[in-house]
């Protein structure tokens, strides 16, 4: 068993046009590596785990860069580092759900670097997937963590199908809460995918964790201004406080008037494989009141339709006490 | 206060502007002549045989220099662990190391190495291996057993409910290999008013030094020069010298900084001789650099318990009985001690009237286990906590009075022989936390705010501390330098300069004028011990004070000499030999270095005394004539164990809702002797404080039952807790009180720092449950969000591998 720690030889393109970062990765295709903060990347090259032949870093093209007012809200460039967003006035004061979920992730010195795009698409972070194992994931044909003497403290309650791995993205469920758009660019042209779509199951993608197409860059996510200023909740637990992923985390956005609810949506990160909907929760929730009464009710549904593995059954009360913790702010 | 010139003082250690500048140089920065680097293919697989081994694409690479496998090695008899092998019994162990150009050009030439291994039964969880039928970790057997009626491997199994009763929390009946016990147990029960009985887990961990091991060696005329991290220096070398098949004379180990050792990196350990071998077959330089991953196959990690304790307490709250049994997960090649120790431990924190210990180390395919930080002792602390707290409430006692009951004092006797100690004041600890924490007052604090509970909790740790019969060196020099030959290592802890400050002490020098000689044995290092077992501070304050006083005695004899009268005539200060009461008539230190050149014998080290250990005459051997010398074995009076002892104070703000927690005060206080050096003393208690968190709620091992694959290779996955894991402010004091049988009063400290931490952290977390006890480590979020919501946990009883 071979082990790892120095950077393979790799082509590296620092394109300052995103058409010649298109061009790239169509050149490449599966070979080709899309570069961000490095923060996922260079463990996986350096584990030699993954094997591209180009990395095309796009941190050069100031299209990427930046966030911008629009006429209907914000949009966030994709290389846009989660620090630049921790500390943007205009995300603060508007959408205080999504700096607080960037500065969640991982640790300052990795927040520092890290992208928006980067922490969006990041893979999973199953540990048996990450060993190289030859799971459904990996594009083999079984599931190490779904079997009766698998560790699967870490996975998944929801969404299940064959692969149990969870997404460990913490700006994910709060740009899902927030029906952001993410802008994917390809040679074709712009592509506007939902949030909510972005993220894929294993049902639909077993061996990747977003919609993109081969060939498609995430160039930027647009934040809508409907949930602006409104009221926002977000929390994740994990083991440890700093540099550590969600064993589960909640994004909540709700429209209150008065002490009455009058839409809301509820996303559970840790739970599966993508941005996890409390569809339940957020249909029950419109027209209650915002009372301890109402937290009750709520939490009961948060975790319907669960089917806890061995190690995770804990997550089950868990996140009801997450979306406790969301209706009471 | 004292009235020394530098016991109790802070200083410089010499090595920090290196360290802080980045100029210090460890391992694997040192470079040679025509150095190639190599890389290690490990087992993929937990236990195996390796059948064939096809390197010839990798052999035929460019840039690859050459290939290295067992065959190419002499053979190690288990347990001890080989460099290479071929039958690797973890998920790991090295199996043949490629050199080439570059490192990068040996990681290209390993992952084109095709081996193959006819795969072995394995265990990962020592239960599975105990249970009649189950697999042994080796084919030699599961228990590896030292007698005096003769060592080896043994298949110990216990029948199916055996296993059962004990999981279900019974007194196990099972076969144990180790047994002590004194007093009489089965009165101490009888007396009891309380007795409380617990079956319990802590789970392994790795010890992940920041400064993942690095060796460089080279050879120049039969001697073998070696670049390694380590955590001592003088004692890694009748080791290293064993692994290479050379005399001591023949190894010269420089290690100048070490980034990290925790007790892995104790004595020589085989990939620290594995580039020597290389090299001799190479007949180049060769330097290995293990990866961050490898570090956690080959970097050695903290013993496992399953246990089972039964604890009699009378109506006062005195300890009557305790009757201990513990099974040790070993891995795969080592032989136990832990269990043994954790005895000891219990028989001197919380001094039981009765005691017995009963043990099984069992081995399993997993990591190689070896000293942790207070190995043994802080397992069973983290245990013994909350059941004293346990027994405080049914006996309505307060859990600090319960402790004082209980304390070390300096009658105590300890141990399966319940001989002495050397001093001991835990009551005067657990009066001085009391005092910083508040602790009355925190105790009876409102604890409930919504769904926020306020624990607080009292931990004990203790650890030998202390040992002799090892060599001091000092030198001056004609030029007035005053040379202080350490050879303890560089752990980190600053303790090999600190300890030279007793010599300091006695020769009444200007510490600016001395000069630590450190970081290779090439310099002339005395026969020192391990830096570990806290013992550095007791031991080589004795060793250096020994040296000291013997140049002191030199130095009155040649004034004496040259000047008239007789030697009790003599003092010295000021770097001068003066006779007293006339202070004109005397002679700089530098002055009588120079004489004691010209009349050479045991002045300037052509003579020695007979009873120092070989390495010492060396070095003494090649100082002599440069200066006066001074030297000597430490055989000052040494009676009894010496204890390390710390207590800490713990508040907690534990979430209900979320089975997080922080911790909102921590005081922790060493009862460690005179303080030596407060700073050093004061990282000590925190990194001590730290370690003990992340052992109570975050560090554990997880092997997968399946294929014994470790899902902990990296510091994310091991959970060394953060900065925002751990209090904003530790603070932390010191009873200071001198141990007579250390010249300057001083003992060690560094594992019970530790001890006294998690044991206050599973004392606080079962405080703030209304008493309830996991007796588990780590006890993670999950397990105490399952408890306030009356689900069971997932795991079974006694199990390890939850994941």
Redesign the interface.
Known sequence: MASHDVMPDIELYQPVELSDALDLLERYGDDGWLLGGGQDTYGWLKDRAKHPKAMIDLNGIDSLHGIRELADGLEIGAVTTLVEMIGDPVINRDFGLLSQAAGRVASPQIRNVATLGGNLVQDTRCWYYRRGLSCYRAGGNLCYADSPQGMNREHALFGASRCVAVSPSDTAIALVALEATMVAASLDGERLIPAEKFFAGPDTHITRMTSLDPGEILTAVRVPSKWAGQRFYFEKVADRNVWDFALVSIAAAMAVQGNVINDARFVCGGVACKPHRLRKVERAAVGMTLSEESADTLALLASEGAKPLTYNQFKLPLMENLVRRAVRG | MNDYRYIGKDFVPPDIVGKVTGKAKYAEDFRADGMVFA??????MAHGRVTRIDSSAAAEMDGVIGILTADDLPPVEAPNAPMLTNTPVY??EPILAVAAID??AA?DA??R?RVHIEPLPFAVDPLDSLVEGGPDAREEGNVYVRSREGSGFRSVKWTREQIDEFRAGKEPTGESVDEWSYGDLERGFADATVIIEEPFVTNGYAHMSMEPRTSMAYWENGTCFVYGSAQSQSFMIPGLASMLNVEQKNVILVSEHTGGGFGSKIAAYPMMALPAWFSKKLGRPVQLRI????EYYVGSARVGFQGWIKVGFAADGRVTATDLFIVEDLGPNATGGDGSSAGDAVSIVYDPESMRYRGVPVLTNTTPRGAQRGPGQNQIAAIMAPIMDKAARELNIDRLEIRKVNAAHNATTVEADQGPITSAYMKEALDMGAKMFNWEAKRDQPRRNG?KVIGVGIGQGYHSAGSDGFDGLVRITPDGKIHLHSGVGNLGTYSYASTTRSAAEVLKCDWNNCVIERGSTAAHLPWSSYQAGSNTTFTHSRANFVAATDAVNKMKEIAATTLGGAVTDYDVADERVFRIGSPTQYMTYAAVAQRAIELGGAYSGQTWPDDIHEITQRAVQNIAGTGLIGVGKDTLRLEGVVPGLAVAFAEIQLDL????YDILDYVGIAECGTVVHPQGLAAQMKGGAVWGMGMA??ERH?Y????G?P?N?GY??C?I?????TPSEIRTGAVDLPDPQSPFGARGIGEPAMGCSVAAMTAAIADALDGHIFSRTPI????I??H??G?PQ??KPLQI???
């Open positions: 890389r290690v293919y490990t087992s993929p998920v790991g490192e990068k990681e390993i992952a190495i990866t961050r991953e490898q769904n809702e979320t089975g997080k709620s975050l997880v997968d039952p399946q294929n694959l899902a290779i994310h996955q959970g807790p953060t900065y925002l894991d993670s979020a999950d397990m969000v399952n306030v919501n689900r997932s795991f591998n939850n994941f």
